[in-house]
């Protein structure tokens, strides 16, 4: 069992920064390949970046690459987000996830994460 807790979303004008965190608690969180995804109002969950359980991997939606970097400290359990250069489509709330599978094409699918925080706002104004 991994509980996941979102924090550090806000609101920023365009072209400024965020930095997500998300805390994990459980034993095993470093077995997992932790993602971000986000969901804007009135549109479906979609996948932002993830992180093998290693940091050896990471991958990126190709709309935040240059702009977004994903790490993890599994010595604490978190799970950070660093946001820079955003934009107004960026705004939606993020969450945080934990899934068991491994490898690039289970980390950007919604259906193959395990365990989702309760998310966080982030608000880009123009």
């Known amino acids: 069992q991994v509980r996941l807790v979102e924090s550090g979303g806000g609101l920023v004008q365009a072209g400024g920064s965020l930095r997500l965190s998300c805390a994990a608690s459980?034993?095993?969180?470093?077995?997992?390949?932790m993602g971000w995804f986000r969901q804007a109002r009135g549109k479906e969950r979609e996948f932002v970046a993830a992180?093998?359980?290693?940091?050896?991997?990471?991958s990126y939606a190709d709309f935040v690459k240059g702009r977004f970097t994903i790490s993890r400290d599994n010595a604490v359990n978190t799970l950070d987000l660093q946001m820079n250069s955003l934009k107004p489509e960026d705004t939606a709330v993020y969450y945080c996830a934990a899934t068991s599978y491994s490898g690039p094409y289970y980390a950007t699918l919604t259906g193959f994460y395990d365990y989702w925080g309760q998310g966080t706002q982030v608000t880009v104004s123009s």
């Open positions: 459980g034993r095993t969180f470093n077995s997992y390949t």
């Open positions: 992180i093998s359980w290693s940091s050896a991997e990471t």
